[in-house]
């Protein structure tokens, strides 16, 4: 069964970062869901999902919500 968190296909600044990050949350979502359906396995792919979110923006964006040369 494929979990995909993300919208892996989704990227058009074509940077290298954005493909790798997607693919490991895909990755690591892959394991979260072998576990028993629960609770705690939604939240944990919640928290993939919005983790691999946040590691996209601050490739382009800084603390200060400046855009980056990314």
């Known amino acids: 069964m494929t979990t995909d968190v993300t919208a892996k296909d989704f990227n058009p600044s074509n940077n290298e970062l954005v493909d790798q990050i997607k693919q490991k949350a895909n990755e690591l979502a892959e394991v979260v869901n072998q576990l028993p359906v629960s609770r705690r396995r939604s939240i944990a792919l919640t928290h993939v999902e919005t983790a691999s979110m946040f590691a996209v923006k601050a490739v ?4 200060d919500n400046q855009r980056t040369d990314a």
Do not use: V
């Not at 382009?60 to 603390?63: I, N, R």
């Open 60 to 63: 382009f964006y800084d603390d």
